[in-house]
């Protein structure tokens, strides 16, 4: 499996939250549970809470809203009772901040508490922490030879790195120290074996490996049926292990079927909500995901990935208030870790893409306009284990969706490859100038970043990386098919428009991005066939629900077929989407004016 760049940055010190008064444990017990209360029913903490959050300085996308910011206050505090101090680390974090995981080991008695923060850790993705939490393990019960396990499944980002050799080596030594400490349990000794799978010396690939590590769970699994965590760690192999552009959603499907069984009886551990989140991250199965979504941020509110993971749903499903709640707090909560020198404060890049994008799909250009103004005051970003700089996706990403979806052709042609910039990221650059280009008149610059796309494409297929190189290809489809359009060939780019849509659909396509089925639509309209228009957008709303441009697009195209109720019903939905909104943009002046007729 090839990894997508997740969205990453680690803040500079002059982009540190300010420090905040201490909060009690019992303090913010109180607060936690007001939050999940409010979380459920959608509504925001008292106008007292949301004064004493400190907001970070110059944080132009903070504003605006309250809820998001409350939550972000209290989660954040939670890391720390005294959070002024930016020597605390994670030792600060509790069951209560992190999730409650069951692991018992033959460790020693008073290495039991650590051991399962560290699992808690792991299981939110918060690796950076969970390895600290295990080096430490390993210094004061050297005898611990979980501590060993768990480090060595730190190294390993299951859902989005391929761990380099010299990474592998790692994780084999810390493999080979576990056995020799001889764990007095067979069950340890299973789990140390089944990770041994993964990073056993030989000339296996990457997904042969991962396969081997997942087979070896699903023993574990089996073994030992009353073991919670066996379950949590077998689905989340079975979600490392999918095949790219799997249709099938076999893997995502039986790792769904385990993880429901645990989710009522296990409400408050980390890794069930997680991975349901991740097991239905398609548009076939996000409805699904819901109950786990407005989970799991209360189980684990100091984990800042805990905080974005369940917009993952929101934005499937077209929560964009949720979604940009979400993303607002896990941001918030990523940059006060960050302070505290906590490890994965680059995550936030991830959070920051949804945020522009719900900022879009709800009628907030100018706040998602704002977010990208700080974004480029920002350092030159790594993750660790993964080679891209995520600041240079930022600002790769970020501004050709703004483009496309604002329908702002001629800036997406004026759009420049980004210095530093990956292969991908410069991609999204030309597919963004490409279509421009062809909406606004220069079909010969957009036949010149077609080229550039084929070159990017080739070079990942001469490198063996099909799925990189598939993504390319799809992406210089759809280019291809506008500038066919502008050149009058229509039936030729409809029908180029409709195999990539088609593709899309059936593997679930990635969110903050227009879907090719409402271009499709949008150029159907544009071809003077509303009827059919009509027919894409509502089966493209069906996969994306409440986007701007699937709602606005299918307004017009029933208003243009003579179906006036249809159409006010879609403007009205419309505007309930962007009921936050301050937007002056024509299509809500429109909507605005033809509900008001109704």
Known sequence: MEPAAPSRYQPPSKHRLSDTSPISSAAFIQTAETIAINFDEHRGLTASRNESYTRFPGDPFMKNCAFALAVAFALVCAVSPAISDEGHHHEELTAEQLGTVHF????????????????????????????KTFEGLKKSDPKCAMAYWGHGMSLWHQLWNRPDAETRKQG?????????LKPKTQRERDYIDALGNFYAVGNKSHDE????????????????????EAAAFYALSLLAVEP????????RKKAAAVLEKLFA???????????????????????????????????????????????HIFARVGLWQDDIDSNLASVAATRKTAAMQMGGASHQFHALDYLVYAYLQSGREDEALKVIEEVKTMPAMKMEGMDDDLHAFALAKYPAMVAIEMHHW?????????????????AITYTARAIGASRSGKPDQAKSDIAELKKIEDGFQSSGKKYSSDWVHMNRMEAEAWLAHAEGRNDEAIASLRKVSDEEDSVGAEQAWMPAREMLADMLLEANRPQDALAEYDRALKFYPNRFDGLYGAARAAETAGKNEQAAAYYAQLLKSCEKSNSTRPELSRAKELVAKK
Request: charged share 25%.
């Open 172 to 180: 084999e030594s810390d493999v080979k120290k576990a056995r020799s």
């Open 410 to 426: 001629a800036d997406a042609a004026a759009l420049t490859p980004v210095p530093g910039a990956s292969k991908s990221d410069s």
């Open 244 to 251: 790219e552009n799997d249709a099938t959603f076999v893997d």
């Open 265 to 311: 009886s296990e409400p408050n551990h980390p890794g069930v909500a997680h991975y349901l989140i991740h097991a239905y991250d398609k548009p076939q199965l996000a409805q699904l995901g819901l109950p786990a979504a407005r989970r799991y941020a209360q189980v684990a509110p100091a984990a800042p990935h805990a905080l974005h993971m369940p917009s």
């Open 209 to 228: 490996r991962a396969r081997a590590y997942s087979d070896a769970m699903a023993k574990v699994y089996e073994k030992y049926p009353d073991d919670h």
């Open 104 to 131: 018992p080991t033959s460790c020693a008695a008073d290495s039991q508490k650590t051991f399962e923060k560290g699992v808690a850790l792991l299981h939110s993705f918060w690796y950076e922490e969970a390895r």
